[in-house]
C-alpha cells in the first residue's frame, strides 16, 4: 500500500523512539557499570520477519545478528508457541547468541490480534555468566564447553510470570548473581517497554499502515544504499590481516592466522568475499556467522551510508561469502571467547581494500582491538566478589583532509564509553593513577594518526586479571599513501620487585596488591606523505605533547627550537631535501 510521507517519517521516528526508551531503561536499571556506564550493549526494533527496521546508537557489531536470535527464538520454540507478555532470554554462540557467552539478548514480541508484527531487542555484556575464569572473555579455550553457561531460547517471562526456573539455573552458573541479575531484570523491563512502544504505533494507525511503513522503510534503506554503491567504480579490490595467533602469550605461534578480503563492486551491488581466511582457530579466535555478518554489513555501512539509521534494507545490495570452516564461520564447538578481536579487523580491512577506489573516504589503519581487559577478586571492604570489565581506547587513521580521532574504542564498539576514575575508585579496590594520551602513539603523516591512551591501576589488593590485544606482531596500524604506521597496543604490569612484564594475550594473570596495570592502547596510521605535513601543525603537536621533538625531527622533518619550538624554516627545508632522497633509495 501506498503510505503517506508525513505518516511513514512519524512511523520510522517513534520507532526509533522506541529502541531510544529500551536504551534509557536499560542505564537507569542496570547494575553493572559496563551497562550503565559503558554502555556494551544495543538495542533495536525488529518486524515479525526479524529485519532491524530501527536502531539507537550502541555497539553497531550487535545490531545485525539481533535478527539472528530471533529466528533461532521461532527456529526453537516455534513462534506458534509464543504469546503475549512471553520474554525470551538467550546467549549460546550456537543458538540464538551468535557472539559468546557473557553476551545475553532479550527479546520481548508485539502482537495485534494474535500475530507477531514485530520485536524489541536488546543485546548487552554481563560481567559474568560462568567459564574457567571470571567474565567470561578468554585467551586460552578451546571449546564453547570451558567458555561459562549457555543459553538456547528460552522463555524467560511466560505470558507476563517470570519462570523462576531460568532464574534459578542462572543464579547457580555465575559467580556475581546479584549484579547478573540485576542487568537481567533491567533488559527485561526494556525490551517490555520497547514492545509497548511498538503497540502503540499499532494501535495508533493501525496494523494495515504500520505493515506498509515496514516495508517501505526497508525499501528506502535498499534505494539508498544501492545509489551508494554506484558512486563507487566498479572492481576487484583486495587487503588482508595477520592476526597474531590463537590464545595466550606464552602458547606457540604455528599457524598464521590470515585474514583475507576480496570486495567485487559490480553497478549496484557489492560482494565481500573471504575466501583465503584461515582455518577455524584451536583457541577462542573464532567469530561464528552471525557475527561476522553483522561486522561486514557494519563496514559496508560505513563506505556507502554513514549517516543515516541503520535497518535491514541498506543489505539487500550486499552479498556475503564466509568459508565454511574458517575462523569466520567456525563449526560447533569451536570456542568463541574473543569473537570481537577477528571482527573488529574487518571494518578496517574495508577501507584498506577501497582506498585506491574512494581515497577521500577512507583513512589510516586505527588500534584495530577491542582491548578488553578484566581485572577480578573479592573486596576487603565489602567482602564481595566484583569482576570489572572494560574496553581499552586507542588512534584511529589520519584522514584526506584531517587528522585521526585519539581516544576512541574499537569500530565495533562504537558509541562506548571508558569507565569514569571516579565511579572506578568507588566500586573496585583500586586507585586511578594514570589516564592520558600516549606521545608519539600515532602514525606519522600529512595527517597524523589518533593517539592511543595508557590508563594504570594501582591494586589495593590482590586480585586476578584477563586481557586481550590484537595487531600487534604482524599487522600494526598502518599508513596509507606514505603514512607510517601508528604504535601497537600491549598491557604493562609493573610487580612489587620492580620487574616489568607485557602482555598480548594472557587469562587469569595473578596480580599482587600495591601492583601497577597499565592498558596501552595503540595510535592511528598516518595518511599522506609525512614530509608534505605543515609545520606549524608540527609545531602544535609538540607543544601539546602530541609528538616529541625527536619525533618532529626524524618522521617530519621539522627543525624546532627546543625551548621557544619556533620553526626554523630554512633547517627544515634542507633536512625534508635529505630525507626525501633518502626515501627514494630505500
Not at 559496563?34 to 526494533?45: A, K, P, Q, R, T
Not at 571470571?134 to 553457561?149: A, C, K, L, R
Not at 604493562?492 to 599482587?512: C, F, M, T, Y
Not at 625551548?563 to 627544515?572: F, M, N, P, V, Y
Request: glycine share 12%; net charge negative; hydrophobic share 35%.
Amino acid at each position: 500500500m501506498k503510505i503517506d510521507p508525513v505518516t511513514l517519517e512519524v512511523i520510522r521516528n517513534r520507532l526509533i523512539a522506541a529502541s531510544r526508551d529500551i536504551r534509557r531503561t536499560v542505564e537507569h536499571a542496570a547494575y553493572s557499570p559496563i551497562l550503565y556506564e559503558v554502555v556494551d550493549f544495543s538495542c533495536g526494533i525488529l518486524d515479525g520477519d526479524a529485519n532491524l527496521i530501527a536502531e539507537t546508537p550502541g555497539l553497531p557489531i550487535f545490531l545485525a545478528n539481533l535478527g539472528y536470535a530471533v529466528q533461532s527464538t521461532y527456529e526453537t520454540i516455534g513462534r506458534a508457541n509464543l504469546r503475549p507478555g512471553d520474554v525470551i532470554l538467550c546467549n549460546d554462540p550456537y543458538s540464538g547468541g551468535g557472539t559468546h557467552c557473557p553476551d545475553l539478548v532479550a527479546l520481548c514480541p508485539a502482537f495485534h490480534d494474535g500475530e507477531i508484527l514485530g520485536w524489541a531487542a536488546f543485546r548487552g555484556h554481563t560481567v559474568d555468566m560462568g567459564g574457567i575464569y571470571p567474565g567470561g572473555w578468554y585467551s586460552d579455550t578451546v571449546e564453547v564447553f570451558q567458555e561459562g553457561f549457555r543459553l538456547p531460547p528460552v522463555k524467560l517471562l511466560v505470558e507476563g510470570r517470570s519462570n523462576e526456573d531460568v532464574f534459578r539455573l542462572i543464579r547457580a552458573n555465575t559467580r556475581v548473581p546479584d549484579a547478573v541479575l540485576g542487568d537481567v531484570r533491567a533488559m527485561v523491563a526494556a525490551v517490555r517497554k520497547g514492545s509497548q512502544r511498538f503497540s502503540e504505533v499499532i494501535d495508533r494507525f493501525g496494523a494495515r499502515t504500520v505493515s506498509g511503513a515496514l516495508a517501505e522503510i526497508l525499501s528506502q534503506g535498499e534505494r539508498l544504499a544501492r545509489a551508494a554503491v554506484r558512486r563507487i567504480p566498479n572492481g576487484v579490490y583486495t587487503a588482508d590481516a595477520i592476526l597474531d595467533g590463537d590464545g595466550n602469550d606464552d602458547a606457540p605461534l604455528d599457524e598464521q592466522l590470515v585474514l583475507k578480503l576480496t570486495i567485487t563492486v559490480n553497478d549496484d551491488e557489492m560482494v565481500a568475499d573471504y575466501t583465503g581466511t584461515g582455518p577455524q582457530s584451536r583457541g577462542p579466535m573464532n567469530t561464528p556467522e552471525p557475527s561476522t555478518i553483522s561486522a561486514t554489513r557494519y563496514a559496508f555501512k560505513i563506505v556507502t551510508t554513514p549517516h543515516l539509521p541503520s535497518n535491514e534494507g541498506f543489505f539487500r545490495a550486499l552479498r556475503i561469502v564466509i568459508p565454511d570452516g574458517s575462523f569466520l564461520k567456525p563449526a560447533f564447538p569451536a570456542a568463541c571467547a574473543m569473537w570481537p578481536t577477528p571482527s573488529s579487523t574487518i571494518p578496517d580491512l574495508f577501507l584498506k581494500a577501497l582506498a585506491p577506489a574512494i581515497p577521500d573516504q577512507v583513512r589510516g589503519g586505527y588500534f584495530g582491538d577491542s582491548m578488553a581487559n578484566f581485572l577480578y577478586g573479592m573486596d576487603p571492604k565489602t567482602k564481595k566478589y566484583y569482576v570489572c570489565a572494560e574496553a581499552d581506547a586507542g588512534g584511529y587513521g589520519g584522514k584526506p583532509y584531517e587528522d585521526g580521532e585519539s581516544a576512541l574504542f574499537s569500530m565495533t564498539l562504537g558509541d562506548t564509553y571508558n569507565v569514569p576514575a571516579e565511579v572506578a575508585e568507588i566500586r573496585y579496590p583500586w586507585r586511578v593513577e594514570r589516564f592520558e594520551l600516549t606521545q608519539d602513539s600515532g602514525g606519522a603523516g600529512k595527517f597524523r594518526g589518533g593517539l592511543g591512551v595508557q590508563r594504570e591501576y594501582r591494586l589495593g589488593c590482590d586480585a586476578g586479571m584477563t586481557v586481550t590485544a590484537d595487531r600487534v606482531l604482524y599487522t600494526p596500524p598502518w599508513g596509507l599513501f606514505g603514512g607510517k604506521p601508528g604504535k601497537t597496543n600491549i598491557t604493562v604490569v609493573r610487580r612489587q620487585d620492580g620487574r616489568e612484564e607485557r602482555w598480548r594475550k594472557i587469562s587469569n594473570l595473578p596480580l599482587a596488591k600495591g601492583e601497577v596495570v597499565s592498558f596501552q592502547g595503540g595510535g592511528g596510521g598516518g595518511y599522506g606523505n609525512p614530509l608534505d605535513r605543515d609545520p606549524a601543525m608540527v609545531a602544535d603537536d609538540v607543544a601539546n605533547g602530541y609528538v616529541s621533538l625527536e619525533s618532529a625531527h626524524s618522521d617530519y622533518g621539522v627543525v624546532l627550537d627546543p625551548e621557544t619550538l619556533a620553526i626554523d624554516r630554512t633547517a627544515t627545508a634542507a633536512l625534508r631535501k635529505k630525507l626525501g632522497k633518502a626515501g627514494e633509495t630505500r
